[in-house]
């Protein structure tokens, strides 16, 4: 039985107007979890679509769930 793991890409984001390896340290930080930049999607660790919505909300970006 392997441990399975959830992941939530973040896309969208345009690189040449945000800053994406910043925006990722800071919603690692707010949301006290991991995350990847894969070119140009976040990949944060974990179920938590609503706390990643408000959390950009919170910052200034809209959000499309």
Same mark, same amino acid.
Request: net charge negative; proline share 5%; charged share 20%.
């Given at each position: 039985? *392997?441990? =399975? #793991?959830?992941?939530? &890409?973040?896309? *969208? +984001?345009? &690189?040449? =107007?945000?800053?994406?390896?910043?925006? %990722?340290?800071? +919603?690692?930080?707010? %949301?006290?979890? *991991? @995350?990847?930049?894969?070119?140009?999607?976040?990949?944060?660790?974990?179920? %938590?679509?609503?706390?990643?919505?408000?959390?950009? #909300?919170?910052? @200034?970006?809209?959000?499309?769930?």
């Amino acid at each position: 039985t *392997g441990v =399975q #793991t959830c992941a939530l &890409p973040i896309s *969208g +984001l345009s &690189p040449t =107007q945000i800053d994406l390896p910043e925006l %990722l340290a800071q +919603l690692k930080s707010s %949301l006290g979890t *991991g @995350g990847t930049l894969d070119e140009e999607t976040l990949v944060i660790q974990g179920d %938590l679509v609503e706390r990643v919505a408000a959390a950009l #909300t919170k910052l @200034g970006y809209k959000v499309k769930q």
